[in-house]
């Protein structure tokens, strides 16, 4: 019988050997993490002919260029930084934490950032980054898109991160700081038209430039048109936002 059918398993055997695997897999990483992290501080790469560790693992150990360099993020972080082996080998912290976390960690708040960020999820380790460390808003702005620009002020962004030259992020809402997201999309023509006409529609209420209320309004006439056709509302009452949570509640 094949390793990989396990058809032959009970319910309850499945989930016990997949916690397994899954728990053997974290110390593996944890000590694979060590074996790179000991690998790039001796320079091994040299002799093996390879001017980089990235360029080791790359072309000796076969790792994607986005595994490598995750990889070699997080095991650099863990060298300096020991606590992260024992976190990641323990399950606590997943790869993709470690590389966030990497440059907010400082000897006297390793061992609390770790303890917070035990068992989050990549978004919520960054909504914690942006309770812990918040940055400033970033610009309101829409450029036009065209080959030989593809740079940080990238097409149809609106409230956009800064991203590397070259590089078109697909889009996302990150947190900045608490109850503050910036919001980065590629919008076409059509929608680039009625958001200047929306623009323009608000000039009399809204102060040039102020992308995100024009956002917020769009998004809070959407949705009260949406609740009339869910709900059969003939109106709404203005004197209070509801949050998402109450606009769940209500479809459940």
Do not use: W
């Not at 980089?52 to 070699?72: I, N, P, Q, V």
């Not at 999820?121 to 620009?149: H, M, T, W, Y």
């Not at 956002?215 to 059969?232: M, N, S, T």
């Amino acid at each position: 019988m094949s390793n990989y059918s396990l058809t032959h398993l009970s319910d309850g055997a499945l989930l016990h050997g997949l916690k397994e695997q899954v728990a053997h897999d974290c110390v593996t990483t944890a000590l694979m993490l060590a074996h790179i992290a000991e690998v790039d501080a001796r320079k091994l790469y040299l002799p093996a002919a390879y001017p980089s560790m990235t360029a080791y693992c790359t072309g000796e150990l076969h790792f994607s260029e986005d595994a490598a360099g995750k990889r070699l993020h997080a095991a650099r972080a863990a060298r300096e930084f020991p606590a992260i082996f024992a976190a990641v080998a323990e399950g606590r912290l997943h790869l993709s934490a470690v590389v966030m976390l990497a440059a907010r960690l400082a000897p006297e708040n390793v061992d609390e950032l770790i303890a917070s960020a035990t068992h989050r999820s990549k978004s919520g380790i960054a909504q914690l980054l942006a309770e812990r460390f918040p940055r400033a808003d970033v610009p309101a702005r829409i450029s036009a898109l065209s080959p030989g620009n593809l740079d940080e002020h990238a097409p149809g962004r609106v409230a956009a991160a800064s991203s590397p030259p070259g590089h078109v992020e697909p889009s996302k809402v990150t947190p900045l700081a608490p109850e503050r997201y910036a919001l980065q999309c590629t919008i076409g023509q059509s929608t680039h038209e009625k958001l200047a006409y929306a623009r323009a529609l608000l000039a009399h209420q809204v102060a040039p430039g102020d992308l995100p209320t024009v956002v917020d309004r769009a998004l809070e006439a959407l949705i009260e048109q949406l609740e009339k056709q869910k709900f059969g509302k003939t109106s709404r009452p203005r004197a209070g936002r509801r949050g998402a949570g109450a606009r769940m509640s209500r479809s459940r």
